[in-house]
């Protein structure tokens, strides 16, 4: 059997790219809903059933356990996936999402309990991240900010206008003096260096693609009988919605190699 990765669209490459540098060996299915993403501005109605679709289609593809690479699905559909749908449906597989690695490393990093969350519309207003934390932290102070441009940003080549867009968006975060900030974005590890510039030493910048292989791979040696389900043939299939060029090129960008994507559908 094999880890699923799941994300809206083509970031969460970011996160595969990590976890294979990481755990070579395992057997590997990203699946990128490229034909329905964004889903940062979505309702959780609608999140939630794009979330169930892609769950269904790895669990059908013989995965093992599933890791939601996606902020937004993590935030807005993680917990009625885990809590009502695979207990019904899939009593004996897992699903995992972002939210808690960052939150826990944002606990471990911060001195002044002071931590910021910069994400999509739709996890910043549900309040995932702060949610995370203080159950680890209970007198923390989070402040979460909807940064809804840097996704399109970041697809069509427009990093080099980020620094201005970068500086409105992490202000209100900076004025309350936070001192670790969670980057809550699939896309958002690509800007560390310029939101490190913005940010400065004092900030600890918490990005996913160095926090999620690491726990993950701890989550393994905890879990003795998953680990040994999994097969370890260094195998990878890459899974879209919709196939175009722009997802090729893009697909090379985030993941720093070429990739060989199989249109897929959901239904
Ligand atoms: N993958 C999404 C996230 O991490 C960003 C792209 C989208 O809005 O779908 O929140």
């Known amino acids: 059997m094999k880890i699923g990765i799941f994300d809206s669209g083509l970031g969460g490459l970011i996160i595969a790219k990590s976890l294979i540098a990481k ?22 109605k609608t999140i939630y ?14 995965c093992e356990l599933i890791i939601v690479a996606c902020n937004t699905a993590s935030a807005e559909a993680l917990r009625k996936i885990q809590q009502n749908y695979l207990i019904e449906r899939f009593p004996r597989r897992k699903v995992l999402g972002v939210l808690i690695p960052a939150a826990e490393e944002s606990v471990e990093k911060t001195q002044n309990k002071k931590i910021g969350v910069l994400a999509t519309t739709s996890t910043a207003n549900s309040g995932a991240f702060a949610r995370e934390v203080k159950k680890l932290m209970p007198d923390s102070q989070v402040f ?54 913005i940010v400065g030493d004092k900030v600890k910048v918490i990005s996913q693609d160095e926090v999620v292989p690491n726990k993950f791979k701890n989550y393994l040696s905890r879990h003795p009988e998953i680990d040994e389900k999994i097969t370890k043939n260094s195998e990878r299939e890459f899974c879209v919605t919709d196939l175009t ?23």
């Open 49 to 62: 059933q794009f979330t169930e679709e892609a769950i269904r289609f790895l669990f059908n593809r013989d």
């Open 144 to 197: 979460e900010h909807a940064a809804p441009l840097l996704v399109p940003l970041i697809e069509n080549n427009g990093i080099k206008w980020s620094v201005p867009i970068l500086e409105e968006y992490l202000k209100p975060l900076l004025d309350k003096d936070i001192d670790t900030l969670i980057l809550g974005c699939t896309h958002y590890p690509i800007l560390k260096s310029e939101i490190g510039e």
């Open 245 to 267: 060029e722009s997802v090729d090129s893009l697909g090379k960008k985030l993941f720093g190699q070429d990739i060989s994507f199989k249109l897929v559908s959901l239904n």
């Open 23 to 44: 755990l070579p060996e395992y057997d590997y299915i990203y699946l990128g809903d490229t034909a329905r993403v964004p889903y940062g501005n979505r309702s959780q």
